[in-house]
């Protein structure tokens, strides 16, 4: 079953998403652009707003991870699949964060002060917390035994 493989990569893909650049930002157009990172992100947020710290991180970090391993219990048969649900949670709060980060961008482009570019970490983030919906809807639901 190629599901529990494409699930399993996830938990591989994850942890590379959260250190590659998931934007680049600077201060109007005439300086550089420094490189923002999911971890370089919480640890900025860590020193200035603890609460909206441990938001990102179990919206980045525990909700996609913490999902992809009970999904991977399903699939190899070692937790019932009445988990799906909560699961599905799970993959709910982390897309919350990738709305976060689009609407970060919107707004900080539309003030005109700095300049922001998306970078390639930002797709393959939104592209893992995608994989990971679908293949939860892909898993098939077996009933007794």
Not at 35 to 58: K, R, Y
Not at 85 to 95: D, E, N, S, T, Y
Request: net charge positive; glycine share 8%.
């Amino acid at each position: 079953m190629w599901i529990k493989y494409a699930n399993l990569t996830l938990l591989v893909l994850f942890p590379i998403a959260w250190f590659a650049p998931l934007m680049r930002a600077g201060l109007l157009p005439l300086f550089g652009l420094n490189e923002i990172s999911v971890m370089s992100g919480l640890q900025s947020l860590w020193g200035t707003d603890v609460i909206l710290a441990l938001l990102v991180t179990v919206f980045a970090l525990f909700a996609p991870y913490l999902k992809t391993i009970g999904l991977a219990l399903i699939h190899f048969r070692m937790a019932s699949p009445r988990l799906l649900p909560a699961l599905g949670w799970l993959g709910k709060l982390a897309m919350a964060d990738i709305f976060l980060i689009a609407i970060y961008v919107v707004v900080v482009k539309g003030v005109g002060l700095a300049r922001i570019e998306v970078a390639w970490g930002l797709y393959l983030f939104s592209a893992c917390i995608l994989a990971s919906l679908v293949l939860s809807i892909l898993t098939p639901i077996k009933r007794g035994g």
